[in-house]
């Protein structure tokens, strides 16, 4: 089995000020582990904050270079502002601005282009959990990506997020999680067997410090996606550091 480092990522969405930034920033730079790679994704306008060597990513991306695209954020931009990683295709993006698969698609490039690492969300509703089309789901969403690369030699990171497990409290189990897990690394190989067992899956989902030694301690769930616990400074750090094996 490859040796994977673990990545614990938080994800601001639309929270945080330069005020929290900092103190996260000061807290990760105290916690340094070369065990655990962090990275802190506030809202565009933070990214050109000094992050003192802490990695930085973004939540979003255009799908294009530049040119007359009102509001957009370019590939290029970011790596400008000493970006590495970006959120492509968060459930909330697909479902409150239309991000299809295809779109997604596109991001994915425009991203690896830019010479970042894209983190590609994907994730099943309750109805669809229910329904037993998890795994379907996902196939999907995964295959999307990567039917569209030229090569399978850039970094990747996935990240499964269950729809109903974001931002409720109720976290996937473990063996959920890594049954989901599990599933995407055999797609991930039927493409390249070294993208399946280098790529990094991180699982989301109503991640805390009481939940996520467990998670993190399964054979394929390789760090996490972090919403609500990554505004508090205490609660994503002890997170980070139940990543480390
Ligand atoms: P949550 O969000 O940790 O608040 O559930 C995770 C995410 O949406 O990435």
Redesign the pocket.
């Known amino acids: 089995m490859a040796e994977r480092l673990p990545l614990v ?1 938080a ?1 601001w ?1 639309l929270n945080g000020d330069k005020v929290l930034l900092a103190e996260m920033i000061d807290a990760l730079q105290a916690f340094e582990s070369n065990e655990v790679e962090t990275v802190v994704c506030p809202p565009f306008v933070y990214l050109n904050e000094n992050t003192n060597g802490v990695k930085k990513g973004a939540q979003n991306i255009a799908e294009v270079e530049s040119g007359a695209f009102t509001g957009e954020v370019s590939g290029r931009m970011l790596r400008d502002v000493g970006c590495q990683f970006v ?1 492509i295709g ?3 993006r697909r479902a409150m601005y239309g991000e299809t698969d295809a779109v997604v698609a596109k991001k994915v490039l425009a991203t690896l282009h830019a010479g970042l690492v894209p983190i590609i ?1 994907v994730g099943e509703s309750e109805q669809q959990r229910e329904d037993e089309e998890t795994i379907a789901v996902i196939s999907k969403q995964i295959r999307a990506v990567l039917d569209d690369l030229p090569s399978y030699s850039d970094s990747l990171v996935f ?1 499964y ?1 269950p729809i109903w ?5 109720k ?1 996937a189990t473990t063996e959920q999680a890594e049954e989901v897990h599990a599933e995407i690394r055999k797609v991930l190989a039927s493409y390249n067997q070294e993208l399946a067992q280098e790529t990094r899956i991180l699982y ?5 410090p009481d939940n996520s030694k467990e998670l993190f301690s399964s054979d394929n769930i390789d760090g ?7 505004l508090d400074v205490e609660s994503f750090t002890t997170i980070c550091k139940n990543a480390v094996a």
Not at 165 to 169: F, L, V
Not at 204 to 208: A, E, L, Y
Not at 224 to 230: K, P
């Open positions: 990522v994800n969405k959120i968060h459930s909330e969300c990240a997020e497990a974001i931002g409720t409290g976290t989301g989902g109503s991640v805390k996490g996606l972090i919403g609500g616990a990554s």
